[in-house]
DNA sequence: CATGTTGCTGCCGTTTCGGCAACGGCTATA
DNA sequence: TATAGCCGTTGCCGAAACGGCAGCAACATG
């Protein structure tokens, strides 16, 4: 089932490789095969579509179009596969996910674990990375859907849903915080706190009401690992934040206690979105898929928000 | 360029003339090369994608996923070419519409004049019909955007806006209901009316409303025009029904009264619909022009709702 | 300076494509 | 019922496109 040109493959294969003979490697074919379709391919849009450096091939504005193009065509392509297979009953297909590490604890492994007794027959594959990365990985048609805490999001993506989880401070059941019901900033800064790196988006949500404080922080760790993180607040080290998303399991043991964070009165917000290209019909498995997915952190949403309700 | 193999081109040109020779003619190629792509076509899917009719083919179930696939490609490449030639400079190409009539008097004159001023190498086709042929030509691919009364809309369309305006009775100024400010439908039926085929959507809007009063209108005149409608009320024959999208210049030669229809002490609304295929991205002058459209509706949709404030 | 890698280009066999003519099946009309 | 016209399909053959092989110059790395 291949009616497209191979040059469109082709041209795929250079944009992701970086490079003509790596890309011919990976489709098993010659490289001259390769360099003169990406030629021809040139000479018909009338436009260079690759920078030729000294070490492989960077896209051009005019190669960065033809590759939203082509991407464009080829997920059509796979949706339109598994479509035709849905029609012979086969309801199968691999879902793609590049998510950030806080939902890996329970909501995730949730959800496939149960979509899988429903449809067997669909593969997943999960890709811990960065809110940003997760953007671009979309972007790039690396992954299916994304989740990521929700910055600016670029326009070619869409926002399926929005939901809104509070922010806490994470303390042994042993901690001097550890009675209290709601906790402020100040409170947590006064103890060692286990800081989140800039690669992760806990980082850019807390980093600017700190600054607001002018208190500098006790000299604590350091992690960019939410896993981590929770572990040595577990361990006493000290406070760690994050949202309640990631600590299901570990609270309920009561090792850990959660304690939604106020600034100024108000609770500290972190929001969680949930993304997909845009310019795309997503296959009706992935979609079936995705459908759940909103369900579920809708439903977790809902079920947080109600255990600690607004305001202090 | 063409960077597209034929079989999706001739497969496209098979599906809109519903016949093998038909297409290798708008394709100006032998007939024979166009039968052997789709039987390939056919064969690298694995399963017939037209009947063979005595008189020319049908597409199958399979065969209508792909050419939903297809127009994809074709639409989005389409996309991709302009979105090449405004890179140097170049905004040009062709905006397709399909609307009904009420909005070819004033509103799709104007907006297209003012819009061409602007970016003169924009050309326009217009083409009127009914509002289910409007959504039927937005999913055939015949037309980019569509302008209807907003019914329910196939999932496979996306309604970018939707603006209502006040349904009224039109009348000669010296007809007697003429120096009413309101009027309702039991009033109106009292004279001779002017009615809409089933084919207008006024009718489908109007007739429950008609047999809910269970009075038999005064038998009278039925057309499929709103240009004739509005003339024939101009000359008095009867009292007419549209909303005041149609009738911008002749209620200000005041040859014609508009008065806003009651029914049962509250308006009745006209729902328009502003309509894309869902699965595309469009030009970026199409999108432009598309933006005009919706502001321009929607600053019809308020001075009008302004003229004859809410309720009665 | 040697070595490895990059993209590109003749050369040539293979595959695919398209035009021509003919065939069988069907409809409409006389 | 016979015939003319249109339909999609198929064999044949020349033309165009494609892909593999080997070799080229340019550049980076050591």
């Known amino acids: 089932m291949r009616f497209h040109s191979p040059s469109i493959q082709y041209f795929h294969a250079v944009r992701r490789t970086g490079s003509i003979r790596a890309a011919a490697r990976l489709l098993n ?19 260079p579509l690759f920078e030729r450096n000294a070490r492989g091939l960077t896209l051009t504005t005019v190669g960065e179009m033809l590759a939203r193009h082509v991407m464009n065509v080829l997920q059509d392509l796979d949706r339109f ?10 309801w199968h297909g691999t879902v793609s996910i590049a998510c950030i590490e806080s939902i890996t604890e329970s909501v995730l492994p949730d959800l496939i674990a149960s979509h899988r007794t429903r449809a067997r027959r669909v593969s997943f594959t999960a890709e811990i990375m960065g809110s940003s990365d997760v953007l671009e990985a979309l972007r790039r048609g690396e992954a299916d859907i994304g989740i990521a805490i929700a910055l600016r999001h670029p326009p070619d993506l869409r926002q399926v849903a929005l939901k809104r989880f509070r922010l806490g401070a994470l303390v042994a059941r042993e901690h001097p915080l550890a009675r209290r019901k709601t906790v402020t900033l ?20 807390l980093q600017p009401l700190i600054a ?23 361990r006493g080290v000290g406070v ?4 309640q998303l990631g600590i299901g399991r570990l609270s309920r043991d009561a090792q850990l206690v959660f304690l939604p964070l106020d600034n100024a009165g108000s609770p500290v917000w972190s929001d969680l979105g949930i993304y997909v290209r845009a310019e795309r019909t997503l296959p009706a498995f992935t979609e079936s898929f995705l459908q759940e997915l909103v369900r579920e952190l809708g439903e977790r949403e809902r079920r947080e928000n109600a255990a600690y309700p607004q305001g202090a």
């Open 81 to 90: 596969r598994s479509d035709v297979a849905s029609l012979s009953g086969a």
């Open 29 to 47: 074919v010659a490289s001259s095969a390769v360099s003169r379709q990406i030629l021809k391919l040139e000479q018909e849009v009338g436009s």
């Open 186 to 205: 100040e409170q947590c800064l006064a103890f060692p706190v286990i800081q989140a790196l800039p690669e992760l988006s806990i980082y850019h949500l």
């Open 240 to 243: 760690a934040f994050q949202t």
């Open 212 to 234: 607001q404080l002018s208190e500098t922080p006790e000299p604590a760790i350091q992690a960019n690992s939410i896993d981590l993180m929770r572990e040595l607040a577990a």
